[in-house]
């Protein structure tokens, strides 16, 4: 929570710099947008975020400034991502996209967009449709915005959404093998060693492989996946396995669980101070 408010403060920091020293038309509407832009910001600095979003939304309706009205816009999308109102955030984001497609700060938008995305990914072996569409909008980011601080947070999450998607591929295919379904998990493993080629599951899913094909009686292409097995991973555990397999002196190993690499926490707190 800490780290999500720093980040959100950093971007705030860069949207309301130049605001108050602009020479800017003032409408002549009983309501101030100015006004009630300042109360947004107070109110945000605060935590007072449903209130925040209010002011800020009112401001975007008051202002004639494209520019004002769209930062005010922007604004409150970040207030809805404050407390967690996730689907009311992505609206309001692409509603902002939509309505000022040459805002000087569009690029916050993206990003945030892919934040919430990623934030809502929850069990990779329930849904696999938020793991899509964070990657999705992680790879759109980064395709527009590949030279910036906030592509070095980004490039970091779609790893770790990599290895889920590979972690669920695994996961059925191993079903599919449970209930003897050959051609269905042959299928799965082999989109984990093309698509997901650089993930600790490629190992396991070559020895799948290897165990598949010799269980069927196809030792050539057993020996074909174990080659690759040991000309990539010859200190694996799973090609011990496999080899076992290949030499006649094969036991069913017991069911274990890859371990997924841990990542330095401290890398993405030095990442949000680059950006903060």
């Given amino acids: 929570m800490f780290l999500r408010f720093v980040l959100i403060v950093g971007i705030v920091i860069s949207l309301i710099s130049c605001s108050k ?3 800017i038309y003032k409408p002549t509407e009983i309501v101030d947008p100015f006004q009630l832009y300042k109360e947004g910001l107070e109110a945000f600095d605060k935590r007072q975020y449903f209130f925040a979003e209010k002011k800020f939304s009112q401001a975007e309706l008051n202002f004639e400034k494209v520019e004002l009205a769209a930062k005010s816009a922007l604004m409150a ?5 404050a407390i967690n109102f996730y689907e009311k955030a ?41 793991l899509l569409i964070a990657n999705k ?15 070095i947070d980004l490039k970091f999450k779609k790893e770790l959404i990599v290895n889920q998607l590979a972690a669920k ?19 799965r493993l082999k989109n984990v060693i093309v698509k997901y080629d650089e993930t600790i599951f490629v190992e396991e899913a070559l020895h799948r492989l290897v165990e598949i094909y010799y ?24 090609f011990k396995q496999s080899y076992k397999i290949l030499n006649k002196d094969y036991k069913i190993p017991k069911k274990k669980k890859l371990k997924k690499k841990k ?3 401290n890398l993405l707190k030095r990442i949000i101070k680059k950006i903060t």
């Avoid at 591929?169 to 299928?187: N, P, T």
């Avoid at 269980?215 to 799973?238: D, I, M, P, R, T």
């Fill in 137 to 151: 909008k992680i790879d759109f980011f980064l395709e527009k915005f590949p030279d910036t601080d906030y592509a």
């Fill in 21 to 23: 020293k602009e020479n």
């Fill in 90 to 130: 992505i609206d309001s984001l692409n509603r902002y996209i939509k309505s000022y497609p040459g805002d000087k700060n569009i690029m916050y938008a993206h990003y945030l967009s892919a934040i919430i995305y990623f934030e809502q990914i929850s069990d990779e072996k329930k849904d696999v449709e938020p």
């Fill in 169 to 187: 591929e695994l996961f059925v295919a191993k079903y599919y093998i449970s209930v003897q379904k050959w051609a269905a998990a042959v299928k």
């Fill in 263 to 265: 990542k330095d926490e």
């Fill in 77 to 81: 999308s970040f207030s809805l991502y």
């Fill in 215 to 238: 269980h069927l009686g196809a030792e050539e292409e057993a020996k074909n996946y174990a080659a690759v097995l040991g000309y990539n991973y010859n200190s694996s555990e799973w």
